[in-house]
């Protein structure tokens, strides 16, 4: 009777692909527990430090993080917490680029490890081709990380190029390490984010009406 999207993106596909009436799909966004975020300002930062937090897929745009590497100051490093298939080529082009030093992978991390290691960044980079909603990057933000996202898919959603700023496809490595430069350490203002009881009251509401 009525249909659930994440996001404007998600909604739009479901327009187009499956002829759907516009009026019963309601975008309700997935949420964060902000009650996981509370306290973490005091937190020490790493400024150069660049973060990845996700599968390792090569639609994700990890890549583009450790090519972009090498043309920012040694001062710089990245931090890739996940797992996939792609981490193999990704350790491959890390130790081809000599960035051994200063790159290191992770694998998965506890979650409630996550909101510290979002919080010590100086900024989140997330570059994939496709997302429904990346619930990653509102993770970031609720952890006051200013964040780089692909300008495709629901990851556009995101960018207001005050917190959260945009980079086209196909991602070039000088462009790329030049938004790195500019927004690393930016200070995020205050985000509307949806925390997870907030989402359930609007899905109850909706099955109400």
């Not at 998600?10 to 759907?20: G, M």
């Not at 990890?62 to 996939?84: C, D, M, N, T, W």
Request: charged share 25%; hydrophobic share 40%.
């Amino acid at each position: 009777d009525r249909i659930i999207a994440v996001s404007k993106y998600e909604k739009n596909l479901l327009l187009k692909d499956f002829n759907i009436v516009k009026g019963k799909i309601s975008v309700i966004p997935n949420g964060v527990d902000l009650s996981e975020f509370s306290g973490l300002e005091q937190m020490p930062r790493e400024p150069k430090t660049i973060l990845y937090v996700g599968r390792l897929e090569e639609y994700k745009g990890v890549q583009y993080i450790i090519h972009a590497l090498p043309l920012l100051g040694k001062e710089f490093s990245a931090e890739i917490e996940g797992r996939g298939q792609y981490k193999p080529k990704l350790v491959e082009l890390v130790a081809k680029l000599g960035l051994n030093d200063r790159v290191k992978f992770y694998g998965s991390v506890p979650h409630q490890e996550l909101p510290k290691i979002y919080a010590s960044a100086g900024v989140f980079v997330v570059l994939s081709q496709y997302e429904c909603f990346c619930i990653v990057v509102a993770e970031a933000l609720a952890a006051k990380t200013p964040c780089i996202v692909a300008n495709t898919s629901a990851l556009v959603e995101w960018v207001d190029n005050k917190n959260c700023f945009g980079i086209d496809y196909p991602v070039n490595y000088t462009g790329l390490a030049e938004l790195i430069t500019k927004v690393i350490g930016t200070k995020v203002s205050i985000v509307k984010l949806w925390d997870w009881d907030e989402v359930a009251q609007q899905i109850d509401k909706l099955y109400q009406e």
